[in-house]
């Protein structure tokens, strides 16, 4: 199905174990983005992509590696998870160029660290 | 730097009234405002953009929202509101930057009343 997925959609995990949220889109958008959410922040930023093999920080990227080998993919890897990092992930997508800058957004996945 | 700020957690309207979700700004250089809304246990959506011309910005389901420079607020509106318009309405500002980032607010719930 065309669209941007996300896998799994809810995890648990311990603390002190690495964690990896898949993101997949179909459009060969050239940005993708992942973002927390947790009451009272709305969305916050964690780490964004321009095209494949070029990954910048965002607003929180601390605890996070990302990756982009591929256009369509856009790991998002905790590699110690901490109770801070309980929270719902997002990834979103959007076209390199154009005047509507429209985001869209994966379903989320809703991680839990113990 | 760019903020959002979304006064009221939670608003609650009863069906058929007219309702307004506040949302101010604050950006250097032209604003570029969305407002975007999630559905229980799903990703955001857009609802509608200002990004330049007339200030009152009509987008999907009957929403629009008026831009005021001056007050450097972005209010969304709707003359009749729908129980299934209860949702976490979200106001977001696009930065200037290459990226185009996106900084949220931090949401509020729409309620409406049958």
Known sequence: DAGITQSPRYKITETGRQVT??????????????????????????????????????????????????????PLTLESATRSQTSVYFCASKELAGSTDTQYFGPGTRLTVL | AQSVAQPEDQVNVAEGNPLTVKCTYSVSGN?????????????????????????LVKGSYG?????NKSQTSFHLKKP????????LYFCVVRDTGSARQLTFGSGTQLTVLP
């Open chain 1, 21 to 74: 949220l898949m993101c997949h889109q179909t459009w060969s958008h050239s940005y993708m983005f992942w973002y927390r959410q947790d009451l009272g922040h709305g969305l916050r930023l964690i780490y964004y992509s321009a095209a494949a093999d070029i990954t910048d920080k965002g607003e929180v990227p601390d605890g996070y590696v990302v990756s982009r080998s591929k256009t369509e993919n856009f």
């Open chain 2, 31 to 55: 604003p570029y405002l969305f407002w975007y809304v999630q559905y229980p246990n799903r990703g955001l959506q857009f609802l509608l953009k200002y990004i330049t011309g007339d200030n």
């Open chain 2, 80 to 87: 009749s509101a729908l129980v299934s318009d209860s949702v």
């Open chain 2, 63 to 67: 929403f629009e929202a008026e831009f």
